[in-house]
């Protein structure tokens, strides 16, 4: 009898073993190698805001002097979000930062209004 159960189990373990290594198996991924230069160029659009919706928030729309004197005192105040000067015509504007969606661009806004109440968020057009 025990013969018979040892032999029973060392089929069994045999028999599994057997499945076991026909489950084991190797994927081979074929890719076309434009796919990594396409989600490059992807990336770098969406980070310069040239096919994703973003939101900006603008602080002042006037002359190049005023411009350049709200652009560093906030520069001095908020250094967290990115700004630049924008022309369009006849107005330099003061924009400030690149959100995601609204929710994150009213966070910041909420922030920006105690130092300049005139400030607002808009989406710009895409170029």
């Not at 084991?24 to 434009?34: L, S």
């Amino acid at each position: 009898m025990k013969k018979r159960s040892f032999i029973f189990t060392a089929a069994c373990l045999f028999g599994f073993s057997l499945f076991s290594n026909a489950q084991e198996g190797r994927v081979t991924i074929k890719q076309d190698e434009m796919i990594p230069k396409l989600l490059a160029l992807k990336t770098e659009m969406v980070n310069e805001s040239r096919i994703a919706d973003r939101y900006r928030i603008q602080l002042f729309s006037g002359d190049n002097n005023k411009a350049s004197t709200v652009i560093k005192e906030y520069r001095a105040l908020y250094p967290q979000w990115s700004s630049t000067i924008v022309y369009e015509t006849p107005n330099y504007k003061v924009w400030v930062g690149n959100f995601r969606n609204s929710l994150e661009a009213d966070r910041a806004l909420l922030e920006i209004k105690k130092t300049f109440p005139a400030a607002f968020r808009f989406r710009p057009e895409k170029k």
